[in-house]
Nanobody, 122 residues
Framework: EVQLVESGGEMVHPGGSLRLTCVAS????????MSWARQAPGKDLEWIAA????????EYASAVEGRFTISRDNAENTLSLQLNNLQSEDSGLYFC???????????????RGQGTQVIVSS
């Protein structure tokens, strides 16, 4: 059974930083590209970053490029997302997503965890 468990979300002030982590199990982690997606209140899921299976290629949505960094540790079956210079529009539920293609489709996210909440507020 594929399991993806996110953690690390919390409330931060604008300009602050967070590091989100996703622990994967139930599949050969290094064989799959992975993504992060987020959902703001009242909005659709939004793809924000992806990384290939070896961790050698990454892609970012324009809204987060230069501020967020996706990475993975295949030895530990973990996916991470470093979030810097957070703004109020970054608030939302952040999901770890297992992909089957790189670059990913970026439209559907059927294999995702339960999410971790990020709130950016002064």
């Amino acid at each position: 059974e594929v399991q993806l468990v996110e953690s690390g979300g919390e409330m931060v002030h604008p300009g602050g930083s967070l590091r989100l982590t996703c622990v994967a199990s139930g599949f050969d982690f290094d064989r799959y590209p992975m993504s992060w997606a987020r959902q703001a209140p009242g909005k659709d899921l939004e793809w924000i970053a992806a990384i290939n299976g070896w961790g050698t290629r990454t892609e970012y949505a324009s809204a987060v490029e230069g501020r967020f960094t996706i990475s993975r540790d295949n030895a530990e079956n973990t996916l991470s997302l470093q979030l810097n210079n957070l703004q109020s529009e970054d608030s939302g539920l952040y999901f770890c997503v297992r992909e089957h293609l790189f670059p990913p489709e970026k439209l559907r996210f059927p294999e995702r965890g339960q999410g971790t909440q990020v709130i950016v507020s002064s």
